[in-house]
């Protein structure tokens, strides 16, 4: 994993497309959300767009969890 790191993070920059599929079993759904990621020098950030939207944005000093309401107009959830 280490050298994996130090791969990218010699890099200028990553971007790649990516997809998450999430299956609530009590309600026997499936729900999937497509977004984006990018990755440069120890810092990431995952954004998913659809049924689940989200943004993740990581450094190496913290995390930051934002998630959508359920219900149109709800306010985001911040979370670190």
């Known amino acids: 994993i280490q050298q994996t790191i130090a791969k990218y993070n010699s890099q200028p920059a990553v971007h ?6 999430v299956y609530l079993s009590l309600l026997e759904e499936t729900k999937t959300s497509e977004g984006e990621m990018h990755y440069s020098k120890g810092q990431m950030r995952i954004e998913m767009k ?9 450094t190496p000093k913290a995390v930051w969890i934002e998630t959508q309401g359920l219900i149109e107009g709800d306010k985001p959830q911040v979370t670190q």
């Open 16 to 21: 790649a497309k990516v997809e998450k599929t």
């Open 50 to 58: 659809g049924d689940e939207r989200s943004l993740i944005v990581m």
